[in-house]
Each structure stands twice: as structure tokens, then as C-alpha cells.
């Protein structure tokens, strides 16, 4: 493959950027995955992590300057490492956080206490590492992802971390995450995801994220559907065993039981090893379950390392989380309004779910955009196959991926008998808020249509 331009040049010549803008345009220059995704099966002809680890090593390694512990799945990595950064927070630890993609700014993937890079470490940062990561010097090229991962890496180093939660980007085995040496990894929840990437099976998949896996070091395993770990987890549980890397089920001693939820949250008794807590959480759902035990699994392990993370931490920490974008409850009624990124079948599945725990019964009008190389059929079948009083409004999604508005529509024909497509996400939500008085309005289907649809709501809703 060829990169998009010659950046022969970036290697030499020392970078002048004055903004955040100036930085993000230079950023988006280089080769970017997420928006423009490799088509090769075999991914190490594109992810080269031993160059990648060959740089931090020539920054020092600041990775090694902290605690980390290291997520990986389908869905749920985001949630999780979230989640556990603000209880960890709450109990007065300096906690760094790299997730992605972002939303809305390139400086929502770093974060210290909640905090995201200011703008001007951000640009001094990518002023300081552009010129090392943005061509290779046997004529290779750099990502946007490996630049952002040294950048939070070193962030986080001279911020004096307590202790850094990373969340993959694609996979495991070669994201570049990978050169973390954590004192614990999770593994999430398991799907068929970027499979021309990662393989066309769960095994394939597994086998891709247990590459996060690293000699005797414990790994936690999310509760998973018995199909999946029927085909996954002997795969995992291989490599762990080759890596001498014990193993914890999230239940082993979490255990979780649902008092009441809404689209308010859900409340919860849990019992803690052996300690019973009562907790409220934003999130709702069968995923809130499962990705609420694997935090609390990960918590009963730092306690155990040492680090204190009292009862009223994890309350507080829970109380305070929010995860945008994520079962992002804008309006609780008249019509209820959510966004929620869900691009791959097992998340359309799980938010389906999710409202029909606290909605069942009533009707949803879906306003969907997603990209081309995404499962389309599988998503929105997921999501609206079977209920005859749904409807669907299509648009087109800001990406360059974007499928056409009109051609997703003309999938949505075979599940729904009210489908309509607009050119905008504004019109698509003004469509959906009049059509529906008393029901659910969803928009779902990527984290790219996110944010515009944040604004669109703010601009309509009073």
C-alpha cells in the first residue's frame, strides 16, 4: 500500500503549529485507519508495533513510568475503562485515561483526572513527537493512532500518573497500545467486528484481542453469551495458558443483582468479595451487568495490589461516570431521545436490549447513518428487525466510509414499513421528534454521528 502523499519530509523538518486546529489538520494528513481502514486481510502488513515500540524506547519508555491496565473487545472496552477511571478517581488517585475514538477533539483520548490534554500540550506534544512518528525512514509511514498513543503514553508519564487505564483501538495483537506492560489486562465483550481486519470468525477475533495478553500477568474475562464463549474462550484460554497468565472470570467474586432501572440508570446490590454495596449507575441495560462487573472484578483487583479504593469511592465514582455517546440519554420523555454509537451487531443488539428492559412495548423510530464497510444488514436487523411499529429515518454520516442515505434506506425496506431517508441529521431528528409523541427517538449506528447529532439536539430540542 501507498501512502496518500509523500511525507518523505516529516521526518527532517521540525514542525510549526501554533493551535489545536494547526495540529489536528497536521494529524489528519497522515495515514488514519479509522477513517480510511486497511482491506488487507493479514493487518501486519499495515501495523508495524515493533517499529512503534522501537520509538518509545528511544523516548525513554515513559509507558513503564506508571501502572496500567490494558482493555481489549468488541464492546464494552470503552465503558469499562471509563467507568473504573472514575472510581479510581474518586478514591483520590491520579488516573490517566486513553480511549478512542473521540467525538468531538483528538484531546478527548488523553485524559487526566477526567481532564483532557490542555490544547497546548497537545500541540507542544505533537510539535515534539510529529517529527519522529510521522514517517518511518525505510520509506514506511506512521498513523495518526501510533502518534496519539506515544503522545498519551508520554502525557501521562509527566503528569506522574498513579495509574494509566488504556483501551485498544482495533484488535489487540498489533495495536500499538500493545507495548503497555500492564499489571492487568480485560478482555470484553466478543463479536464479529472489523473482519476484514480481524478475521470472519470468533476464534479469528479472539485470538486477535487475547494478543493483549502478556506473560503471568492476570487477565479478566467478561461474562459472555454462551455461543460466543462456546467458540472464544478455548481460544483465550490457550493463549493464556502459553503466557502463564492466570485467568479471573468477572463473576468469580462480583455478583451483581438488578433492584429497578429506567432511562434514568439502574440501581443495583452487589456484592464485592464478600462486601455489599448498594450502587447507582447512569448506564442501563444487560450490557450495564456485565460491564459493571467486570469494573468492580478489576477494583477487587487493585485492592488487592495494594492500591485503596474504598466502598464510598466505587459509589461515588459510579454516581459521577458518564460515558457520552454511549446509551446517552439526551430526554427522558415526550419523546424520550437517545444517541448511542452502535455500529456492529452485537452492540445493536445489546442496545435493543437495553430499551426494551425499560421501554418495552413502545415504539422506536430509529435515525441511523453508517458507514459502508460496516455489517449494515446485521445492524439494523438487530435493531428493528421483527418490530412492526418501528420506523426508520436514514442520513448520511460525516465520513468518507459514509454509506449513501438512500441506499441504507433501501436496506432498512425489508424490516421496517416506514422508512424515510434526509440529506441531514437535523432534518432526520425533526422527522423522528414530530412523528413521535410518545415513544423512543434513537440515533444509532457510529460514533461519527455523534457529536453532530449532540448539536442538532441542542439546536431543536428547547
Not at 51 to 62: H, S, T
Not at 133 to 155: K, P, S
Request: glycine letters at 8%; hydrophobic letters at 45%; one cysteine or more.
Amino acid at each position: 500500500m501507498v501512502p496518500p502523499k509523500d511525507m518523505s519530509s516529516l521526518s527532517s523538518a521540525p514542525l510549526r503549529l501554533r493551535t489545536e486546529a494547526e495540529a489536528e489538520r497536521w494529524l489528519l494528513d497522515l495515514v488514519d485507519y479509522e477513517r480510511r481502514p486497511p482491506v488487507h486481510r493479514e493487518a501486519s502488513v499495515f501495523f508495524h508495533l515493533d517499529r512503534f515500540v522501537e520509538q518509545l524506547n528511544a523516548l525513554g519508555r515513559p509507558q513503564d513510568d506508571y501502572p496500567s491496565v490494558h482493555i481489549a473487545g468488541t464492546a464494552g472496552k470503552g465503558w469499562i475503562a471509563s467507568a473504573l477511571a472514575a472510581i479510581c478517581q474518586a478514591a483520590g488517585l491520579r488516573v490517566g485515561l486513553y480511549t478512542s475514538p473521540h467525538l468531538a477533539s483528538f484531546r478527548e483520548r488523553i485524559r487526566v483526572d477526567g481532564r483532557m490534554i490542555s490544547p497546548k500540550a497537545f500541540v507542544e506534544g505533537i510539535v515534539e513527537l510529529g517529527p519522529r512518528f510521522g514517517a518511518a525512514d525505510d520509506g514506511g509511514f506512521r498513523t495518526v493512532f501510533e502518534i496519539l498513543t506515544a503522545l498519551g503514553f508520554q502525557h501521562f508519564s509527566r503528569r506522574g500518573v498513579d495509574l494509566a487505564i488504556i483501551e485498544t483501538g482495533l484488535g489487540g495483537r498489533l495495536d500499538c497500545t500493545t507495548a503497555v506492560q500492564p499489571i492487568l489486562s480485560i478482555i470484553a465483550s466478543l463479536g464479529l467486528d472489523h473482519t476484514a481486519i480481524l478475521g470472519n470468525t470468533l476464534a479469528e477475533i479472539a485470538w486477535e484481542k487475547a494478543g493483549i495478553i502478556k506473560p503471568r500477568t492476570p487477565v479478566i474475562l467478561s461474562l459472555q453469551p454462551s455461543d460466543v464463549a462456546r467458540e472464544a474462550m478455548p481460544v483465550i484460554r490457550d493463549v493464556a495458558r502459553k503466557r502463564q497468565a492466570p485467568i479471573i472470570p468477572a463473576g468469580r467474586r462480583v455478583r451483581l443483582s438488578l433492584v429497578r432501572e429506567s432511562l434514568r440508570g439502574s440501581e443495583w446490590k452487589a456484592d464485592l468479595g464478600g462486601r455489599r454495596l448498594a450502587l447507582h449507575c447512569r448506564s442501563f441495560g444487560p450490557s450495564a451487568q456485565i460491564n459493571l462487573t467486570t469494573v468492580l472484578a478489576a477494583v477487587d483487583f487493585l485492592r488487592v495490589q495494594g492500591f485503596e479504593i474504598p466502598d464510598s469511592a466505587v459509589k461515588q465514582g459510579l454516581v459521577e461516570w458518564i460515558w457520552p455517546g454511549r446509551l446517552e440519554v439526551i430526554r427522558a420523555a415526550k419523546p424520550a431521545v437517545i444517541i448511542d454509537g452502535a455500529h456492529n451487531p452485537l452492540e445493536a443488539r445489546t442496545l435493543r436490549a437495553a430499551i426494551d428492559g425499560v421501554a418495552l412495548g413502545v415504539p422506536v423510530h430509529w435515525v441511523v447513518a453508517m458507514l459502508r464497510d460496516k455489517d449494515i444488514a446485521g445492524v439494523l436487523r438487530e435493531l428493528a428487525g421483527g418490530r412492526g411499529d418501528d420506523s426508520i429515518t436514514t442520513f448520511p454520516a460525516p465520513s468518507p466510509r459514509a454509506l449513501n442515505a438512500r441506499e441504507l434506506a433501501c436496506h432498512a425496506l425489508d424490516l421496517c414499513s416506514r422508512v424515510s431517508c434526509r440529506p441531514t441529521i437535523k432534518e432526520a431528528l425533526n422527522l423522528a421528534l414530530q412523528e413521535t409523541r410518545c415513544g423512543v427517538v434513537v440515533v444509532a449506528g457510529s460514533l461519527y454521528i455523534v457529536e453532530p447529532a449532540r448539536q442538532a439536539l441542542r439546536e431543536i430540542l428547547p
